[in-house]
């Protein structure tokens, strides 16, 4: 059986548990659960993309809340156990990074928190910390209401390729 036909076998209950791995927001993981059975993997993408564009502010606030901070490596396996691996490979740009970027990572998500009220969320696959912190300080410019639309569209993304994790990872 292959990964498309294991999830569109599984228990509404597991199945949600699975796509809530891939988006924390519990109205989109419960309505990806009822979609269900998916004819191919690009009708799950098609339809996990339809489904966030039907979500609101508080189920983008609910999504971020469940990711680690940027560069907060130190966590993601305790706090984030059913996404620490993901995050962790997604956040690689982090390891490496000299300690002055990571402060300011740290300060900037502790700043940016202070001002949104949620943390920084950007799709860090591919990115150098550097990177991340340079986005993070544009954004901090933000008005609240755009900045959240936009940490909605990094969510968007992180979801895609997490989907594309859970159906082709072994």
Known sequence: M????????????????????????????????????????SAVYAEAGWLWSQTGPDDWKEAISHHPRVGDVSKLRERFKATGAW????????QGAGEDVIQALADGNR??????????????????????LDHLRERMNNPPALELRI??????????????KL???P
């Not at 199945?15 to 269900?36: H, L, N, P, Q």
């Not at 995050?87 to 982090?94: C, H, T």
């Not at 940490?151 to 594309?164: K, V």
């Open 2 to 41: 292959n990964k498309l036909e294991s999830l569109n076998s599984l228990p509404y209950d597991e199945a949600k548990a699975e796509f809530m791995r891939c988006c924390g927001s519990t109205r989109w993981a419960d309505a990806m659960a009822r979609a269900r059975p998916f004819k191919d993997i």
């Open 87 to 94: 995050s962790e490979q997604e956040q690689k740009g982090v």
């Open 111 to 132: 700043d940016y928190e202070a001002r949104f009220g949620f943390i920084f969320l950007i799709c860090a696959t591919g990115k150098s910390a550097q990177e991340m």
């Open 151 to 164: 940490a909605a569209g990094e969510q968007a993304q992180i979801t895609r390729l997490r989907l594309e």
């Open 167 to 169: 159906l082709t990872s």
